[in-house]
């Protein structure tokens, strides 16, 4: 209930002071390339409920593009959309989800559909929580894509060993999680992005 409490308290403020910061933003997106502002994708929530999750467009649209792994130099990505992604800026719309109750703070990054159900017996515990916009597997990876982009199989390298990795420190945190925890993560993402 505090974590909750938490999450509406935060992500409102953080609605309010990002004001400025969202607009720029969405102009600079108009101008610098085509297509909508806003990126939706179909996630998968607390419970295996899925979600849009709501972020600011960092790639160029492509037709019928069904490649979920993204690598550091992805041509797919916009000149703008680097450096949003470099300072996360383009989660900023996450904000909503965690005020409409879709995320938290923190928790395991939410997943496209089909990676969920990947998790067996006590992996799925991982589904109880609340999935996050930071959280200790993403703060590990905090370079994944610099790590996939050296790798002869990106997809093949993230099913094989990032994934498995999270699922462990995803199913850590669901035994460990506190407010404390949450706000230790928090403050270690702000750390590691600036």
């Known amino acids: 209930m505090a974590k909750r409490s938490f999450d509406i308290?935060?992500?409102?403020?953080?609605?309010?002071?990002?004001?400025?910061?969202?607009?720029f933003i969405i102009l600079l997106i108009k101008i610098t390339s085509k297509g909508p502002v806003f990126f939706v994708q179909k996630r998968v929530?607390?419970?295996?409920?899925?979600?849009n999750m709501i972020k600011f467009r960092s790639m160029f649209l492509h037709d019928n593009d069904?490649?979920?792994?993204?690598?550091?130099?992805d041509q797919r990505i916009t000149p703008l959309g680097r450096i949003l992604r470099e300072y996360k800026l383009d989660e900023l719309p996450e904000l909503l989800?965690?005020?409409f109750g879709h995320m938290s703070f923190v928790g395991p990054r939410p997943d496209v559909p089909g990676y969920a159900d990947c998790l067996q017996g006590e992996e799925r515990k991982i589904l109880m929580l609340r999935p996050g916009i930071t959280g200790p597997?993403?703060?590990?990876?905090?370079?994944?894509?610099?790590?996939?982009?050296?790798q002869d199989n990106p997809r093949e390298y993230n099913d094989q060993v990032i994934y498995p990795d999270k699922v462990k420190i995803n199913l850590q945190y669901y035994y460990r999680n506190n407010i404390i925890i949450d706000i230790k993560i928090i403050f270690a993402t702000i750390f590691k992005i600036l």
């Open 66 to 73: 069904s490649n979920s792994i993204s690598i550091k130099g």
């Open 137 to 150: 597997a993403s703060l590990k990876y905090s370079n994944e894509e610099e790590i996939l982009a050296q």
């Open 45 to 51: 929530g607390r419970n295996g409920i899925c979600f």
């Open 9 to 23: 308290i935060f992500s409102i403020l953080g609605l309010l002071l990002c004001i400025p910061v969202f607009i």
């Open 97 to 99: 989800n965690v005020l």
